[in-house]
């Protein structure tokens, strides 16, 4: 796998996958009607510095971006998002508004996340109704 920087011209290989990962309604707060014009300049914005994960092959199988969440006082905290190919589940991440159904809350608590709150019935599960959202934090420095 080669994670890298992400170009304008990854959009096209990111957009896929983004959307049916969205769409789902699932594992995402993302409004599953974003369209594709929207969701580019929502996950490409310049003030992100995004990513991309490539297989062997040079297939686009997941993107992922960092940017600061807040000035001020909070200004060290960052925020992130993930997106993973639904063909390549299993082996990606998310940090914040963790939908609590969803099955990778168990893999981010065994690699030492923990959940810091709840906030409850907050996400409309498409099979499941209103479920929490978590927010999910890790400690990077000792």
Same mark, same amino acid.
């Not at 609590?100 to 498409?126: C, K, Q, R, Y």
């Given at each position: 796998?080669?994670?890298?920087? @992400?170009? !304008?011209?990854?959009? =096209?290989?990111?957009?896929?996958?983004?959307?049916? *990962? *969205? +769409?789902?309604?699932?594992?995402?707060?993302?409004? =599953?009607? /974003?369209?594709?014009?929207? @969701?580019?300049?929502?996950?490409?914005?310049? @003030?992100?510095? *995004?990513? *991309?994960?490539?297989?062997? /092959?040079?297939?686009?199988? +997941?993107? $992922?971006?960092? %940017?600061?969440?807040?000035?001020?006082? @909070?200004?060290?905290?960052?925020? $992130?998002? #993930?997106?993973?190919?639904?063909?390549?589940?299993?082996?990606?991440?998310? #940090?914040?508004?963790?939908?609590? /159904?969803?099955?990778?809350?168990?893999?981010? %608590?065994?690699?030492? #996340?923990?959940?810091?709150? %709840?906030?409850?019935?907050? #996400?409309?599960?498409?099979?499941?109704?209103?479920?929490?959202?978590?927010?999910?934090?890790?400690?990077? !420095?000792?």
């Amino acid at each position: 796998m080669l994670i890298r920087e @992400a170009s !304008l011209d990854d959009w =096209p290989r990111i957009w896929p996958f983004w959307h049916r *990962v *969205v +769409a789902a309604g699932e594992t995402c707060t993302w409004d =599953p009607g /974003t369209s594709e014009e929207a @969701a580019r300049v929502l996950w490409m914005n310049p @003030a992100k510095r *995004v990513y *991309v994960v490539e297989d062997g /092959t040079g297939s686009v199988v +997941a993107s $992922a971006y960092v %940017t600061p969440n807040y000035g001020g006082p @909070a200004a060290r905290i960052a925020d $992130a998002g #993930f997106m993973v190919d639904p063909d390549r589940a299993g082996r990606g991440m998310v #940090f914040n508004a963790v939908v609590e /159904t969803n099955p990778a809350v168990e893999l981010w %608590t065994s690699m030492g #996340f923990t959940i810091l709150g %709840t906030v409850p019935e907050a #996400f409309d599960h498409p099979r499941h109704g209103p479920v929490g959202l978590h927010i999910m934090y890790k400690a990077l !420095l000792p």
